[in-house]
């Protein structure tokens, strides 16, 4: 049974692009174990709300919340660093590379301290496991 509590919160969103208002008033929630797919015609604000949440975009108005938190995302590497990411539609895959290395691309799991060696093993363990680290 999913969480009660949403993981992921965002309150009343607008967007605008010059004079077009892209998103008016978006309300949008997630709980942990939920699995969503936005679904509209081009033009819709699909791409333009999941690139606030990741940090490509700043909403004109609204909150985000993180685990009940107010947050201002404003990088795809703050977002990242909460453990927000996406699966766009269209994967751009590096087809010499693995699943793991691809999945992990520019993100690389690496030791701490003076070794700062690429953990192969938790890449490909992650990877593969349907049980995503959510922080």
């Known amino acids: 049974m999913p969480d009660p509590e949403p993981l992921l919160r965002m309150e009343h969103i607008t967007k605008s692009f010059s004079r077009i208002t892209v998103l008016d008033d ?20 699909k791409s333009t709300l999941m690139k606030i949440v990741t940090g490509a975009y700043q909403a004109d108005r609204g909150e985000v919340f993180w685990k009940g938190r107010p947050v201002e995302i404003k990088t795809p590497h703050q977002a990242h660093d909460l453990g927000i990411n996406i699966v766009h539609q269209e994967l751009m895959l590096v087809p010499q590379l693995s699943i793991g290395e691809n999945v992990f691309l520019g993100r690389h799991l690496v030791g701490r301290g003076v070794s700062r060696w690429v953990k192969w093993r938790d890449i490909n363990e992650q990877a593969y496991s349907k049980d995503w680290d959510i922080r």
């Open 26 to 45: 978006v309300s949008f929630d997630v709980r942990r174990g939920e699995v969503h797919a936005l679904i509209g015609e081009n033009g819709a604000g």
